[in-house]
């Protein structure tokens, strides 16, 4: 089954409008990816991940894992596992969502 965040504005699938997270979980809009502009993310429901995979980036080597959309299996980002580098060690756990695969929507009030 799918998850719904919540929130008054969210993010989905560019591809199948399966919602992914809320801005209350984006932590930064400061990334790029593959695709150019990507942002950082707390929390993100919806997804399947990929198996780990040793990339080096822009900030240094990073165990990282793709993730895709839950409905669709479009793939929408990556989740950082592991830095190797210490001052990059914020990003474990958190998802990168690239900016061109997903779409922002209004979600409703909360009463």
């Not at 919806?46 to 822009?58: G, P």
């Not at 894992?65 to 990003?91: F, H, L, N």
Request: proline share 1%.
């Amino acid at each position: 089954f799918l998850e719904h965040p919540g929130g008054t504005r969210l993010y989905s699938c560019a591809k199948c409008s399966t919602v992914l997270t809320n801005r209350a979980n984006l932590l930064s809009t400061r990334f790029t990816g593959t695709t150019g502009r990507a942002f950082l993310f707390k929390k993100v429901v919806n997804l399947v991940m990929s198996e780990k995979q040793d990339r080096v980036m822009l900030t240094g080597r990073h165990i990282v894992r793709d993730v895709s959309c839950k409905k669709c299996k479009s793939r929408v980002g990556w989740m950082y596992e592991y830095a190797t580098e210490e001052q990059q060690r914020y990003k474990e756990g958190k998802v990168i969502l690239e900016r061109a695969l997903i779409s922002e929507i209004n979600g409703m009030e909360e009463i």
